[in-house]
């Protein structure tokens, strides 16, 4: 399967009425209408992207630890003419997991099979794919933390021996086929390591665990952006830019489009400060990369439930989200920025958010804008 085959079966990885912002109404509805920006994937705008997709381990800035060993790894399968062990990728949505499969493929030179664990319904479809494939090639695996139990009993002997069960014939005259695969390397992903069986993890021989990025780290790549899209940007704006965009490469690279819409429209040569400022301004974006929704939830955890403690059921319904939203979309920037703190007893705001939604308030907003 191709890469648009994968994705038009995937569809955007959510199957129809689940996803960030199912059953969330108007919460969703606004954010889709607003042109707020938000890590997760929007499958077109990601289309847009592939031009700005790092295709090398040169090209894919950041992460700089993971990508050091990465590249031993890789080297070593190659010298050895080998498949490369199969690799975990886990981290928040945007961050780059889906590129570094492509990048994997591409400095292992093999080719790469894209699909989504909800677009594999059927054992067939497994087994489809896996006798497709070339020795050494790399079969990617989105969302793997949504297999189905038959499909996952499956891989578990590909992955390890190199084999399939197949089922031929029913009943009791029904016999199963051992069938011999190329050896190839499967690269699974998944915002929640924590829904991955452990047998399925402890077939990965390597594991990376994204983190969100650095601010030098998120300059560099609006600047790799802005050169690829052919828009000029100031320093200034750049390093604006990079540090109101939640350490998310996809988030940087949408914000860096909206800029260039706004100078375009406002005719400024280049983007600027000015436009920076002002862009995120109409967007509701302050200066820590929080949206609108974001302080929403901290507003309500700390005017509705004292600052918490507040359950993660509670607090989604509060908030108009479903949990899974809650906990994949939202949680993970706030609580690397801080303001959100997950404990047995619940969520709590910190003294940050407090401090964060006032200054925005005493500036008039609601929010901390520049
Ligand atoms: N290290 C990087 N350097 C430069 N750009 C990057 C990097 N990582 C990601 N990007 C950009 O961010 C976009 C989003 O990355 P990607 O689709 O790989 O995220 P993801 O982790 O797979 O997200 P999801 O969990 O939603 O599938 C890419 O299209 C790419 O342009
Ligand atoms: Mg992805």
């Known amino acids: ?46 289309d847009r992207d592939l031009s700005l997709r790092p295709r090398t381990l040169g090209e894919f800035l950041g992460q700089d630890a993971m990508k050091k060993n990465l590249s031993v790894f890789i080297a070593a399968a190659r010298e050895r003419n080998e498949s490369l062990d199969h690799l975990f990728l886990i981290g928040p949505p945007g961050l780059g997991k889906t590129t570094l499969a492509q990048v994997v493929a591409n400095e292992l030179g093999t080719d790469l099979t894209m699909t989504s664990a909800p677009a594999l319904d059927k054992p067939k479809d497994l087994v489809g794919i896996l006798t497709k494939l070339k020795e050494n090639d790399v079969f990617f695996i989105d969302e793997i933390h949504r297999l189905k139990p038959a499909i996952e009993e499956m891989l578990y002997i590909a992955m390890e021996d190199y084999e399939l069960d197949w089922v031929i014939g029913q009943g009791p005259g029904a016999r199963t086929l051992r069938i011999a695969i190329p050896r190839f390397t499967l690269v699974g992903a998944t915002t929640k390591a ?43 704006a750049a390093s604006l830019l990079a540090a109101s965009s939640r350490g998310t490469p996809r988030v940087v690279n949408r914000l860096l489009r909206r800029m260039r819409d706004f100078a375009q429209v406002e005719k400024a040569p280049s983007i600027t400060r000015e436009v920076v400022v002002q862009g995120l301004k109409r967007l509701e974006i302050d200066s820590l990369g929080l949206e609108k929704h974001d302080r929403e939830i901290l507003a309500v955890i700390i005017n509705r439930f004292n600052g918490g403690p507040v359950g993660a059921e509670t607090l989604a319904i509060s908030v108009g989200e479903a949990v899974d939203t809650l906990e994949d979309y939202y949680e993970p920037y706030l609580i690397q920025s801080g303001l959100l703190q997950r404990t047995p007893r619940g969520r709590m705001a910190t003294s940050l958010a407090y401090e964060h939604l006032q200054s925005g308030r005493k500036a008039g907003g609601g929010a901390s804008l520049f």
Request: aromatic residues 8%; charged residues 25%; proline residues 6%.
């Open 194 to 236: 924590g829904n991955v069986a452990s047998p399925l993890i402890s077939r990965f021989g390597i594991s990376c665990r994204f983190s969100f990025y650095e601010q030098a780290d998120m300059e560099a790549i609006v600047r790799r952006s802005a050169k690829i899209l052919r828009v000029s940007i100031d320093d200034v």
């Open 1 to 46: 399967m191709g890469k648009a085959e994968a994705d038009r079966a995937g569809g955007n990885g959510f199957p129809p009425g689940s996803g960030p912002f199912a059953g969330s109404g108007e919460a969703g509805k606004g954010a889709e209408n607003s042109g707020v920006v938000r890590p997760e994937r929007r499958f077109q705008d990601d």
